[in-house]
T-cell receptor
Framework: EADIYQTPRYLVIGTGKKITLECSQT?????MYWYQQDPGMELHLIHY???????EKGDLSSESTVSRIRTEHFPLTLESARPSHTSQYLC?????????????FGPGTRLLVL | QKEVEQDPGPLSVPEGAIVSLNCTYS??????FMWYRQYSRKGPELLMY????GNKEDGRFTAQVDKSSKYISLFIRDSQPSDSATYLC????????????FGKGTKLSVKP
């Protein structure tokens, strides 16, 4: 089982609140990712990082922001949550496997914005 | 056209059946093909990955890639109720070039 952790697992908040979703990995992986997953839909990449002080936006536009101050930690922040942010957020990290990148996922955070 | 197409199912089979899960893709530059399994309320976990065309077997699971048809498959032999999950295909260009592109996932239910 992969050593990647996400907190909280479930979160219900009101519109306009600022929230931070935490993600930590103990595998020393350089690359980390945030995905958004809605029921019956593809995982959509919203942010990724190649390493400390490196962050990039993914394929899906998101109002969230991320930071990477430490290798093991990749938090995602929503400054002002809206109902449209309701979704499952999955964090992942990767190591090279041959020439492929093997991604390991956390258990996810289910967010409900009222 | 989506880069990766996967029938979302649901697919229901009796225990012991052979299951075939499939994805098609449009980008011929993809080199690495992966299958992830996702149980309810959990994150995806990597089952297998394959480079380019060919077959790869791991226990009851076999992954096949046909690059000429842009078609990949995952076969599960002697399916078990514990195999009930959503199976996602994913692919990329390889190495640090390009991030994974996922299919929608196929929800599988294996009935005892």
């Amino acid at each position: 089982e992969a050593d990647i952790y996400q907190t909280p697992r479930y979160l219900v908040i009101g519109t306009g609140k600022k929230i931070t979703l935490e993600c930590s990995q103990t595998m020393g992986h350089d690359k980390m990712y945030w995905y958004q997953q809605d029921p019956g839909m593809e995982l959509h990449l919203i942010h990724y990082s190649y390493g400390v002080n490196s962050t990039e936006k993914g394929d899906l536009s998101s109002e969230s922001t991320v930071s990477r101050i430490r290798t093991e930690h990749f938090p995602l922040t929503l400054e002002s949550a809206r109902p449209s942010h309701t979704s499952q957020y999955l964090c992942a990290s990767s190591r090279p496997s041959g020439s492929a990148e093997t991604q390991y996922f956390g258990p996810g955070t289910r967010l409900l914005v009222l | 056209q989506k880069e990766v197409e996967q029938d979302p199912g649901p697919l229901s089979v009796p225990e012991g059946a052979i299951v075939s899960l499939n994805c098609t893709y449009s980008n011929s530059a993809f080199q690495y093909f992966m299958w992830y399994r996702q149980y309810s309320r959990k994150g995806p976990e990597l089952l297998m990955y394959t480079y380019s065309s060919g077959n790869k077997e791991d226990g009851r699971f076999t992954a096949q890639v046909d690059k000429s048809s842009k078609y990949i498959s995952l076969f599960i032999r002697d399916s078990q109720p514990s195999d009930s999950a959503t199976y996602l295909c994913a692919m990329n260009y390889g190495g640090s070039q390009g991030n994974l592109i996922f299919g929608k996932g196929t929800k599988l239910s294996v009935k005892p």
